[in-house]
Nanobody
Framework: QVQLVESGGGLVQPGGSLKLSCAAS????????MSWYRQAPGKERELVAA????????NYADSVKGRFTISRDNAKNTVFLQMNSLKPEDTAVYYC?????????WGQGTQVTVSS
């Protein structure tokens, strides 16, 4: 079955950096678009970044452009989210997402807290 396991979240000061990882299994990872979403308390889940199957095309929410970078390693079935210049408003639970055979799959989420 499809499994997505995120890691790398934590507490960081404003201006700091974190790198999230999502290890995938149960499907042919190299064939699918992968995405990162986030959900802050009291807010709807929003798309942060997405990357095509080969990594050739990436897409970002306006709020993170120039600060976050999505990448993938198809040999390791892993997608990453490098987050730089973090702001308090980036505080949220970050989720890995994939749609496989018309089904939506989410990881368990990893908490990112940006605070001094």
């Amino acid at each position: 079955q499809v499994q997505l396991v995120e890691s790398g979240g934590g507490l960081v000061q404003p201006g700091g950096s974190l790198k999230l990882s999502c290890a995938a299994s149960g499907f042919t990872f190299s064939h699918y678009v992968m995405s990162w979403y986030r959900q802050a308390p009291g807010k709807e889940r929003e798309l942060v970044a997405a990357i095509t199957s080969t990594g050739g095309i990436t897409n970002y929410a306006d709020s993170v452009k120039g600060r976050f970078t999505i990448s993938r390693d198809n040999a390791k079935n892993t997608v990453f989210l490098q987050m730089n210049s973090l702001k308090p408003e980036d505080t949220a639970v970050y989720y890995c997402y994939v749609r496989v055979r018309m089904e939506n799959y989410w990881g368990q989420g990893t908490q990112v807290t940006v605070s001094s």
